[in-house]
């Protein structure tokens, strides 16, 4: 359609009897010379078309239909890629969530154990301060009764002293630690 528009515009200004400035002088406007003109256009354009119809055209058409093919082939590689990298982000989260949950384990198993061992300790530790005040304990008794038999003793000779002294007599041992010895039952039963 678009060759038969062009051929009849030609053919239009070809017959025309008088164009614009033909008379002037213009050899291009002049109607004795567009036979050649005509022709001459004709085959430089049609040499021309040809030249880029069979030589330029396919290169064009090759290259064009080869960065297609390669856009789409990066874009595949592209999106194969995307999707091992989610799958690497998966597993990475994965891993992560276990270290996560082996960490939360251990500190809890560590802690579990820490408390048991501080429990133990403090065990240990309570039966031998029990061990320790019950030997206090005992050792004061028998502290208790060797002083209050050494008081009673002491006592006893004071006494016995501070009345020969007084009175300037002897006096009893026997007697007097008697007395002594009661004495200091009674004020050890009041002070219990």
């Not at 960065?67 to 999106?79: F, G, M, T």
């Not at 989610?86 to 597993?91: F, I, P, Q, Y």
């Not at 008697?178 to 039963?189: D, F, Q």
Request: no cysteine; proline share 2%; net charge positive.
């Amino acid at each position: 359609m678009k060759k038969f528009s062009f051929v009849l515009n030609i053919f239009l200004i070809f017959y025309m009897g008088q164009a614009y400035g033909s008379e002037a002088g213009m050899p291009q406007l002049n109607p004795e010379f567009w036979s050649a003109q005509v022709f001459w256009l004709i085959l430089i354009f049609s040499s021309l078309y040809l030249v880029i119809w069979k030589i330029f055209l396919p290169k064009i058409t090759y290259n064009i239909e080869n960065r297609k093919s390669r856009v789409i082939n990066d874009l595949d590689e592209a999106q194969k890629f995307k999707e091992n990298a989610e799958k690497k982000l998966d597993e990475y989260n994965k891993i992560i969530e276990e270290a996560k949950r082996q960490a939360k384990k251990i500190v809890e198993d560590s802690k579990k154990k820490l408390d048991q061992d501080i429990e133990d300790k403090k065990k240990k530790l309570n039966e031998e301060i029990e061990k320790e005040v019950e030997a206090a304990e005992q050792e004061i008794k028998l502290l208790k009764k060797t002083s209050i038999s050494n008081i009673n003793k002491i006592a006893a000779i004071t006494s016995e002293e501070t009345i020969k002294k007084i009175i300037n007599i002897e006096v009893n041992k026997s007697n007097v630690s008697a007395i002594v010895e009661n004495i200091t039952k009674e004020r050890v039963l009041k002070n219990i």
